[in-house]
Structures are given as structure tokens and as C-alpha cells.
């Protein structure tokens, strides 16, 4: 890792006491919430507030606290073994399903990749007009490269910190200012509301908010803190609940912009297009100042998400490609160095490659094969979660049976959804022209 970790050093930080140390140590848990709310999150959110209106706020507070009930799981394996979730599963899993692990993750990053580049670009253009949505995606990708080469993790904690700053001024600040009725935001919030019909967009919503894979980073970024030890549960927990508290948060108003900008004007939401058709409504509520806020808030979520992902997942192709065929006795994973060939390696290939998807159609093979296999991915990490954190090795910090339930909620609505979106996959390319 970098010079600066202090796991490196040998010197492991003291962990937090009282609330003024808890807030101190907040970090990691505002990486992973800025990294984990990009256009994706954004235009679920958005398409559910223009469909269903208010009632569904419940959504967004559910998703966020499913996902901090992953992420709690993840940190706290690491604090009780001192390994990764990577290694942990290089020590309890087989190497067929390590390999086909590591097999998704290469095509998992191509079309993710290409999708963060494309909504910066888009995010971009619609700001500064001047070059096309190609060009700025691939500045922003070039840009993501030199960040993470020349600089360490603090330096991304720090932008990402200024990051989800513009994003509650912003995103919060134009849904406050929209005033929705507070009886109805707080029924919608409480009362949990299926409409006809809407059953998979709102699981979606929920499934979908607050990340998926990236959400195996956080190993990597507690270990650059140098968080060790069951002492510093509390303030993982912690830094976990100011992040996800965040990603609630964002995913509460761009419910909220749906439902009193979009759905009054019958406007329907598709691809990160619907996220411009909200800003342009809000500029004929606001002012073209109004417009230019909410779009720099919208760049500052799918930039913070593109340069999470940069920074972070060459810690995972790192890790996995160092244990593949390892029984426990490879390095610990959270020692992966920012500066050996296989991060920076991976970063590069991370930037390159997948700008050949800007340029040409997306092979429908890509698409069909990301989608099933990402499908799989979320109720796999719920499922190994629960073995893994109810064995007696991790002694105090073993799961209780409130993470249990939760870890079980998690397994069974990514089951549900992946399911359905393997299924929709596979009649959606067997019913392409030249499918066979």
C-alpha cells in the first residue's frame, strides 16, 4: 500500500473513544457511499419516484441498510482474522469457484467500466457542451488513471469527502427545496408500499442502491487506516453508518425529485437520460442555476463512483490473482502494494480496453453474460457471509441473530432479482435476430 498506511508502519491507530473520535475516524464508510451511489442508483431512484411517487421512500432506507449489513459483515471478518473476504474465501472455498470468481470480475469490470466512463461523459457534456460525450468519457477514464497512479488513498478519501459534499448541496438541496408534503414523506418512509405491478422496480431499487461488488474495497480501505482487531468494531460500525446514512440519504431525494418533478409532468425514465429530462424540469422550476447545480451534482456522484472503482478495484484483482490455487498460505491480501504491477496493471486495463465499448455497440454476448453472471454475485457474497461469519474463529465478533436475519433478508431478494434477471436475459437474447 502506500507510505503513508500506518498497517505498513507496524504502528496501529488507537481506536476511537466518545463520539468526537468516532467522528474523526469517519472515512472509508463516505469512500464506499460515494462510490456506491453513481448513475445507476440514481436513475433507479429516479424511475421509481416518476412511477410510484412518495410511497416508495421505504425503498431507498431499506436498500441502504441491507447494503450496511453486507458491508458490517465484511469489516467485520477482517477484524477478526485479520484477512480479507478474498482470503477468506481462498481459504474455505474450491478453486473452480475462486476461478469463476475471478473469471467475472475481468468481465465485470470491461462493461462497468465502460458504464462509468459513458455517464461521466454524459454527466459532462450536458455541463460543458463544447466536446461530445465520447471525448469527456474518455477524459474522465484518463483522468480516474492519473488520480489513483499518483496519488494514495488519502488523497481519495479527501476528494471524495468534497465529492459527497456537492452531492448533499446539490441532489438534498434541490429535494428540499422542492418541499414535498412531510406527512407524506414520513408515511412513504414508514409504511412500507408495494403498488400493482411495481414489484420488481421496487426490489430493483432496493437491490440495486449503494453498490455490489465494490463493496469488497472496504477490506482494502480499513486496512490503509490501519483498523485491526475486534476494539475497533465500533468504529467500523461506525464509519459504515455515516456512509450508508448518506447513501439513504441521496437515494431519498432523487426519489423525491421523481415524484414532484417528473411524475406531475408524466415524464417516464429511461438510462441516465431521465436524470437530464430532471434537471432541465428543474431549470424550468429554479432558474438555470438551479439546472447547473443539480448537474454538478449529478457529475460529482458518477465521477466519485468512477474514481472509487478505480482506486479500489485493482485491490481486488490483486488479492485474487495473488491466491488463486492458494490454500492459506499466500500473503495477506490487504498488503496488495498501490504500486506493484499487479494494481497498477489492472488500473491500466481498467482505462483501455473498456473504451473500445464507447466506440462500438456493446456485444450483445457482453451484455448477456455480465448480467447473468452479476446476477449471481450479491446473494453469493450473502450466502459465503453467513458461513463465513458464524464460525467459531471469529469469536466475540461472530454474526448474532440480527445480523443473521439481515444477512438472510439480503440472500433472499438478490436471489429474487438475480433469478428474474438471468431469466429476462436469456429470453431477451434467444429472442435477438442471429441469436444462434
Known sequence: MNESNPAEAGVAPAPPRGWAGLVRVAGPGIVVAATGVGAGDLVAAAKAGATYGLPVLWTAALGALLKFALAEGI??????????????????????????FLAYFVLWTIVVAAALMSACGLAAHALFPGLSV???????????????????????????????ALMVVAIIGSAALEAPPLAEVI??????????????????????????????????????????????????????????????????????????????????????KGVLDMAALLGERLGRGGELVFLAGFWGAVFSSLLGVWQGVPYLFGDLAGRLGAHGDAPAGTHVSTRGARYRGYALFMTFPPMLLLLLERPVWLVVAYAATGALFMPFLGATLLYMNNRAELGGLRNGWLANLALAASLALFAYLGIHEIREQIVGWMGRPGAF
Open 134 to 164: 465520447t471525448a469527456w468519457a474518455a477524459l474522465h477514464a484518463l483522468a480516474g488513471l492519473a488520480f489513483v497512479w499518483f496519488g494514495g488513498y488519502r488523497s481519495v478519501e479527501q476528494a471524495m469527502k468534497l465529492f459527497v
Open 75 to 100: 469489516g467485520r471478518w477482517q477484524l477478526a482474522t485479520g484477512t480479507t473476504v478474498i482470503e477468506g474465501w481462498g481459504r474455505l472455498l474450491a478453486v473452480p469457484l475462486r476461478a469463476g
Open 187 to 272: 408515511r412513504g418512509l414508514v409504511i412500507p408500499e408495494i403498488p400493482r405491478g411495481g414489484t420488481l422496480l421496487v426490489m430493483g431499487v432496493v437491490g440495486g442502491i449503494g453498490g455490489t461488488l465494490t463493496l469488497l474495497s472496504y477490506n482494502y480501505w480499513m486496512a490503509e487506516k490501519g483498523w485491526r482487531g475486534a476494539p475497533w468494531a465500533r468504529g467500523m460500525r461506525f464509519d459504515l453508518g455515516v456512509g450508508y446514512a448518506l447513501t439513504g440519504a441521496f437515494g431519498l431525494a432523487v426519489i423525491v425529485l421523481g415524484g414532484t418533478v417528473l411524475l406531475p409532468k408524466g415524464v417516464t425514465v429511461s438510462g441516465a
